[in-house]
């Protein structure tokens, strides 16, 4: 009976946190929580709850106390890891982010001896997680590996292949999903870890970590707006991302609505855009450059931003690479953002250049 009890008031407080109701969700686990302490379950549903709420501190209280009934429970370390992140608590909030990783990605690995800072000399296999804004996001720190007397390979998306030859002449780039035999390697580590063993020097990060290449394409396309002084606004609305998009993704000319039609011209950074937004943006009187593939073609989007006057974008890999760029960026979040953009500040530690708005 107790256990039944138990059941239905942790479907109660995530039914109405689904709703939106998050106080009285909190309220229905925190009274299942006093009921039945023993439960880790109703501390992990405690601990999400705080997160949408934004109390991180009480999130990773109620982690903690879930992980001290069930040591070996990797999702609420990844969520652990992910609230101490926010809170920029990075040492500790590292440590529990490993759990980021699944157990067959692990076993590929693991079979290649850990890089740490003070390893020995020798080869060292980079591998490649999550999207391609979290590979420039985490590439803002990998200038560091150069003080190494080490022989770094890269595991990327291969779109970046370019922009890393012109930055990083030094580093190896090897196309993500390339059979990778693990006895070329003395070491590996997955590039997320550049946050691990560098977020002491995130301060040290410059306004403009990366530059692009100049395409002539791009330049001719760009040219006659150039001549007659019209300002570039390089722009991006959508999120693919299958988990978070929707709540990330704004409409188009919910971003331009403070943007003058008759001295700016729209650069679509959006990859797989709707045509009705392109001709929405035409009809409030825009001039849009549109010609570029902007998710293959990576070079042509990193030079298009290299361009811009200025980028207005939500979170998606445009922030990333704008932010990278140095070219002053607008950036558009929803109220619970994602950890790479911090809790409070209305700037970013990763992009000195970048303006966070909240929508």
């Given at each position: 009976?107790?256990?039944?009890?138990?059941?239905?008031?942790?479907?109660?407080?995530?039914?109405?946190?689904?709703?939106?109701?998050?106080?009285?969700?909190?309220?229905?686990?925190?009274?299942?929580?006093?009921?039945?302490?023993?439960?880790?379950?109703?501390?992990?549903?405690?601990?999400?709850?705080?997160?949408?709420?934004?109390?991180?501190?009480?999130?990773?209280?109620?982690?903690?106390?879930?992980?001290?009934?069930?040591?070996?429970?990797?999702?609420?370390?990844?969520?652990?890891?992910?609230?101490?992140?926010?809170?920029?608590?990075?040492?500790?909030?590292?440590?529990?982010?490993?759990?980021?990783?699944?157990?067959?990605?692990?076993?590929?690995?693991?079979?290649?001896?850990?890089?740490?800072?003070?390893?020995?000399?020798?080869?060292?296999?980079?591998?490649?997680?999550?999207?391609?804004?979290?590979?420039?996001?985490?590439?803002?720190?990998?200038?560091?590996?150069?003080?190494?007397?080490?022989?770094?390979?890269?595991?990327?998306?291969?779109?970046?292949?370019?922009?890393?030859?012109?930055?990083?002449?030094?580093?190896?780039?090897?196309?993500?999903?390339?059979?990778?035999?693990?006895?070329?390697?003395?070491?590996?580590?997955?590039?997320?870890?550049?946050?691990?063993?560098?977020?002491?020097?995130?301060?040290?990060?410059?306004?403009?970590?990366?530059?692009?290449?100049?395409?002539?394409e791009v330049n001719l396309s760009l040219e006659k707006y150039i001549k007659r002084g019209v300002s570039l606004v390089g722009m991006s609305w959508l999120s693919m991302n299958a988990e978070y998009g929707l709540r990330r993704?704004?409409?188009?000319?919910?971003?331009?609505?403070?943007?003058?039609?008759?001295?700016?011209?729209?650069?679509?950074?959006?990859?797989?855009?709707?045509?009705?937004?392109?001709?929405?943006?035409?009809?409030?009187?825009?001039?849009?450059?549109?010609?570029?593939?902007?998710?293959?073609?990576?070079?042509?989007?990193?030079?298009?931003?290299?361009?811009?006057?200025?980028?207005?974008?939500?979170?998606?890999?445009?922030?990333?690479?704008?932010?990278?760029?140095?070219?002053?960026?607008?950036?558009?979040?929803?109220?619970?953002?994602?950890?790479?953009?911090?809790?409070?500040?209305?700037?970013?530690?990763?992009?000195?250049?970048?303006?966070?708005?909240?929508?």
């Amino acid at each position: 009976m107790q256990e039944q009890d138990l059941i239905e008031r942790q479907k109660k407080a995530l039914n109405l946190a689904r709703e939106g109701q998050l106080e009285a969700a909190l309220d229905t686990i925190s009274q299942a929580v006093r009921d039945y302490q023993s439960s880790s379950l109703s501390y992990f549903i405690k601990g999400r709850i705080h997160d949408e709420l934004l109390e991180y501190e009480a999130s990773v209280a109620s982690y903690k106390k879930c992980l001290s009934r069930d040591k070996n429970n990797k999702k609420v370390k990844f969520y652990l890891g992910l609230a101490l992140l926010t809170l920029e608590q990075f040492d500790e909030g590292c440590r529990y982010y490993e759990a980021r990783h699944d157990i067959e990605t692990l076993k590929k690995f693991g079979v290649i001896k850990k890089w740490f800072p003070k390893s020995s000399r020798g080869k060292v296999l980079i591998w490649a997680e999550q999207g391609i804004g979290d590979e420039i996001m985490f590439l803002q720190l990998i200038r560091h590996l150069e003080e190494f007397h080490h022989e770094f390979y890269l595991e990327c998306d291969k779109r970046l292949h370019g922009v890393l030859e012109t930055n990083y002449p030094w580093l190896n780039v090897i196309s993500r999903g390339t059979n990778i035999i693990p006895t070329e390697f003395e070491y590996q580590f997955p590039m997320g870890d550049l946050l691990r063993h560098f977020h002491k020097k995130i301060p040290e990060i410059s306004p403009l970590t990366l530059k692009a290449n100049d395409l002539s394409e791009v330049n001719l396309s760009l040219e006659k707006y150039i001549k007659r002084g019209v300002s570039l606004v390089g722009m991006s609305w959508l999120s693919m991302n299958a988990e978070y998009g929707l709540r990330r993704s704004r409409p188009v000319d919910s971003l331009c609505k403070h943007l003058n039609p008759e001295n700016t011209a729209i650069v679509n950074l959006q990859y797989l855009v709707p045509n009705e937004d392109i001709e929405k943006l035409r009809s409030l009187g825009f001039d849009v450059i549109d010609q570029f593939d902007c998710y293959n073609d990576i070079n042509s989007v990193f030079a298009l931003i290299s361009k811009c006057n200025k980028i207005i974008t939500i979170d998606n890999s445009v922030a990333h690479f704008a932010g990278a760029l140095g070219i002053e960026t607008e950036l558009w979040l929803p109220a619970l953002q994602n950890w790479r953009w911090g809790l409070e500040s209305d700037k970013s530690y990763w992009y000195p250049n970048l303006s966070i708005k909240h929508f």
